[in-house]
Structure formats: structure tokens, C-alpha cells
């Protein structure tokens, strides 16, 4: 299932920024085909809707790392692994935005 | 020309937002602050028990005693306060499954704190130090940096734990 979604924050600076645009995809059997290194958006409790990178998938657990690329970014080092039911979908195409990277 | 028809779709029909999000400057956690009170609260004790072998009595003898004792009680509850919130702000479950003592160490360390403010107990204050140093331990492991025991560079010079950078 495809999904259209707005950035907003500034962990994955300057790869993700501000006002980029991104769509995910989620099809079954979908952690087999996730990597270190992807894009993920997922939902976790405390901190809503989030855009993180992955860092390694755990598929016996049904669980994914994730990551920021700033040392302040909130991510798996502070609130754990994603169940794989949270996640959203993993990232297939970014639209950035003119305003934050000059072509 | 995407980003026009995204922007366009957005003003229309709205669109989810991530968070790609930081948390500046409140994911600073360090356990030294709590570390150093506690060293303050012997060293408080110290003064207190220095300044009382002395036989001078009077005006400045108890101005200093009312320093040393309103530092004590301050660093106490200091370091009771900065434990608190590493406690509640920064550990998590998965933290906690790790190290299930955290949560009596915790409740150590807030008795200590007590028992340094409520009394002069030498012996107290310096185990609400190796609490700390033992909370400090958990602390860094957490975020996988190495630690190493060093004898603070001022008194009352006891062993802290710190991350071996």
C-alpha cells in the first residue's frame, strides 16, 4: 500500500529535510525485504509518526532498529526496537523540496 | 516539478507529517552532575567535622557551619533530583529488562540522599557516592560507551565512575 507523507524535523539532515516529501510502500511479508540502511516511517507511542533509517532487522522478532543520523535524534537508542506492525511503510521515492537543496 | 504536484495534493487534500525528530537539548543525560553532588556532600561533611575540632565559637564559626550544611543539603537533594530524572526521563523498558536492579538502586540512592541530608554520617554520604558510581555504570552501558574508575582531581578525591572517551 502506498502512502504520501511530509518531513518535518531534522534527524536525517541533510539526506531528509524539512518539507521534503516521501512515499511508502508496505506489502505482506514486508520486514523480509527491509534492510540497514532503508528509510522507514513507523508509529511509536510516546513520539506519534516518525521517519528513521534502519539499522538492522530482527526478523524472528518481528522487529526493526531505526535510527537518526544526529546524535539528538530520539530513535531506537532511546525508546527500543519498532514492532514490525508499527511500521508504515519503508520509503521507495523522495521528493525534496526546492527550498532546502539547491540543484 | 513532483515536489509542485506533492505540494499541491498537500494543499488540498493535507498529508500525514513524520517526525524526523530531535530532541535538543533535553536528550542530554549525564550522570556526572549527581556524581559531584554527592562528592560535595562529603566534602560538606568533612568541613563541618574540621570546623568543629576547632575551638573557635562565635559569629564566623557559625556562618560557616550554616554554609556547609545549607551546601549539604542542597547537593543531597541534588543528586537525589538528577538521578530522579534520568530515572523517569531516560531509562526504558528495554533498559530496565536489562538491569532489573535499576529500580532498587534508584530507591538506594533516594534513602542515601536522605540520610546525608538528615544526618553527618560520613559513611552514608560515601555509599550514596558508590550508588551513583554503580548507577552511572548502568547509565553508559546503556549507550554501549566504555567506563573507567578515577580518583576525583579535588577533595575529598574518591573513586568516580566516568566514560572512558
Redesign the interface.
Known amino acids: 500500500m502506498l502512502?504520501?507523507?511530509?518531513?518535518?524535523?531534522?534527524?536525517?539532515?541533510p539526506d531528509?529535510e524539512?518539507g521534503d516529501?516521501?512515499v511508502t510502500v508496505k506489502i505482506p511479508l514486508f520486514l523480509r525485504f527491509l534492510k540497514r540502511g532503508d528509510i522507514v516511517?513507523f508509529t511509536q507511542p510516546l513520539?506519534?509518526?516518525?521517519?528513521?533509517r534502519v539499522e538492522w532487522v530482527d526478523t524472528a522478532r518481528e522487529q526493526v532498529f531505526v535510527v537518526?543520523s544526529?546524535?539528538?535524534?530520539?530513535d531506537s537508542?532511546?525508546?527500543?526496537?519498532v514492532p514490525g506492525r508499527s511500521l508504515?511503510g519503508k520509503v521507495i521515492w523522495h521528493?525534496?523540496?526546492?527550498r532546502n537543496h539547491a540543484v | 516539478m513532483?515536489?509542485k504536484l506533492?505540494?499541491t495534493?498537500?494543499r488540498r487534500f493535507g498529508?500525514?507529517?513524520?517526525?524526523?525528530?530531535?530532541?535538543?537539548?533535553c536528550?542530554?543525560y549525564d550522570p556526572i552532575t549527581a556524581q559531584i553532588a554527592a562528592l560535595t556532600v562529603v566534602r560538606m561533611i568533612d568541613l563541618m567535622t574540621d570546623l568543629e575540632s576547632k575551638p573557635e565559637r562565635g559569629l564566623a564559626y557559625t556562618n560557616s557551619m550554616s554554609r556547609y550544611i545549607a551546601v549539604k543539603e542542597e547537593h543531597a537533594e541534588k543528586a537525589k533530583h538528577d538521578v530522579r530524572v534520568i530515572w523517569g526521563d531516560?531509562l526504558?523498558?528495554?533498559h530496565l529488562e536489562k538491569y532489573p536492579n535499576a529500580h532498587a538502586l534508584v530507591h538506594k540512592i533516594m534513602g542515601l540522599g536522605s540520610k546525608s541530608r538528615q544526618s553527618v554520617d560520613r559513611d552514608a554520604a560515601v555509599q550514596l557516592v558508590e550508588a551513583l558510581n554503580e548507577f552511572a555504570q548502568i547509565f553508559w552501558e546503556t549507550?554501549s560507551v566504555a567506563t573507567k574508575r578515577a580518583k576525583a582531581p579535588y577533595a575529598p578525591a574518591l573513586e568516580l565512575v566516568y566514560p572512558a572517551l
Open positions: 502512502r504520501r507523507i511530509k518531513v518535518s524535523g531534522h534527524s536525517l539532515s531528509f524539512e516529501f516521501v516511517v513520539y506519534g509518526t516518525l521517519i528513521k537518526g544526529h546524535a539528538h535524534s530520539v537508542r532511546q525508546f527500543g526496537p508504515i521528493i525534496r523540496s526546492p | 513532483f515536489y506533492f505540494e495534493l498537500d498529508t500525514q507529517t513524520a517526525k524526523a525528530h530531535c530532541d535538543v537539548p536528550g542530554i531516560y526504558k523498558a528495554q549507550k
